[in-house]
Structures are given as structure tokens and as C-alpha cells.
């Protein structure tokens, strides 16, 4: 029995050791490691590559360096700038050579009509000229028969504008105003919605030139 018993123990397979797991941190570590290896062939291969690319370049010195271009313009003399500005522009027009008139499209008014009056501004000098004709030299005045206050443009005007206009002798320029039959004192702070029935006056001026009055009426109902 004992001898049976011996053989039995020698028929047992050995045993296997069991795998050991490779811990965390080294496994980290392996990758890291890697990783660096990897960046580093790829610089060695681009670098690789750049050095080849260089072999066809041609160097900077080979290349031509670009001049630049110098075109040369012609002065005009002071005689040819001289008469050139002569050409594009004309002195100021004497006030004194500008003759200024005023009018209305009828005598008399009835109770639904609306007045419109002209300004008009005559070149009696013998040169073309500049004349400044815009909104802020523009006037119309309206006075009541005893030549009292009644409307002005110039009252109640809002953003005045400046026009050059350059005028020949005897060229004449026109303005017109429709009235709507309103009253203002001279500083705009009182408006008559309607005024009276009766005989009115209208003065109109072009900056310093004044024309002579112009007589009309607004008749009654």
C-alpha cells in the first residue's frame, strides 16, 4: 500500500506559476516612452524632408533683387497754375454789380389763395463773377401797410444753405416763396396762424442788396 501510495504522488502534473500583472505606474511609463519616441522620428523625418526640399531651392543671393520704379512727373510753371485757376474759378461778385427785385404772382389775394413770391438777383457787371445765392442770404419780408412787422424768412429759417453760383453779365437767377398767409414776430416766437385781411408790402433781399417794396392785398371774404 505504501508503495502504490508513492507512485500516486509521482503522477501528479507540476504546477504553472501564475502571470504577474505589470503594475500601473510601469505601464504609464511605457507609454510616455513611446510617445517620445513617436515625436521624435516624425522631427527626424520632417526635418528629413525640408533638408531635401532644400537641395532645389536656389539660394536668396541668386535671386534678383527688384528695383523700384521711379516715374517722373512734370511741374506745371507758376504762369500755366496761374491760368489755370483762372479758368476754374471767378472772384466774388461786387454787391454793387448785382441788382435785386422782388415780385408777386398776383396783385390781390382772395381768402383761399396762397402768395408766392421771386427774388431775383441781375449780374450788371461787365466780368463773370461768383455770386453767393443760397438760403442764407435769402430774404423775404413781409410788412403790414404802415410798414410794420408782419413775416420773415429769416425768422424762422432752419439750416440755412450756401450756393456759389457763378453769373455772367446780364444773367439773371430767380428764387421763389410761397407765403402761407402765417405772422411771426422777428425772433420766431409767436405765430399768427392767419393774418388779416388787407394791404401788405413785400422787401425782399439778397444779403446786403435790398429791393424796393412790392405792394399787395388780401382781400376779404
Do not use: N
Not at 532644400?54 to 504762369?79: I, K, M, N, R, W
Not at 435785386?100 to 461787365?126: A, M
Not at 438760403?135 to 419780408?141: A, G, N, R, T
Amino acid at each position: 500500500m505504501a508503495k502504490l501510495g508513492i507512485m500516486s504522488d509521482q503522477q501528479l502534473p507540476p504546477q504553472q506559476p501564475r502571470p504577474r500583472k505589470i503594475p500601473p505606474h510601469i505601464l504609464r511609463r511605457r507609454r510616455i516612452v513611446a510617445v517620445i519616441i513617436l515625436l521624435i522620428l516624425l522631427a527626424l523625418i520632417g526635418w528629413g524632408i525640408w533638408a531635401l526640399i532644400g537641395l532645389f531651392l536656389p539660394d536668396d543671393d541668386d535671386q534678383a533683387t527688384p528695383q523700384p520704379t521711379v516715374t517722373e512727373t512734370a511741374s506745371p510753371s507758376p504762369e500755366e497754375s496761374e491760368e489755370h485757376d483762372d479758368e476754374q474759378s471767378a472772384d466774388a461778385c461786387d454787391p454793387q454789380m448785382l441788382t435785386v427785385t422782388g415780385g408777386t404772382d398776383q396783385d390781390s389775394y382772395g381768402p383761399d389763395e396762397i402768395p408766392e413770391f421771386t427774388l431775383t438777383v441781375t449780374h450788371d457787371g461787365d466780368v463773370l463773377c461768383d455770386a453767393s445765392l443760397g438760403s442764407d442770404q435769402q430774404s423775404f419780408v413781409v410788412e403790414d401797410a404802415d410798414g410794420e412787422f408782419v413775416f420773415s424768412t429769416r425768422a424762422c429759417q432752419v439750416d440755412p444753405q450756401e450756393q456759389i453760383v457763378e453769373m455772367e453779365p446780364g444773367q439773371s437767377e430767380e428764387v421763389t416763396f410761397e407765403w402761407e398767409r402765417v405772422g411771426t414776430d422777428e425772433d420766431c416766437e409767436t405765430i399768427i396762424d392767419e393774418v388779416e385781411p388787407g394791404e401788405y408790402q413785400l422787401v425782399v433781399a439778397m444779403g446786403e442788396r435790398e429791393a424796393e417794396p412790392v405792394t399787395f392785398e388780401l382781400e376779404e371774404d
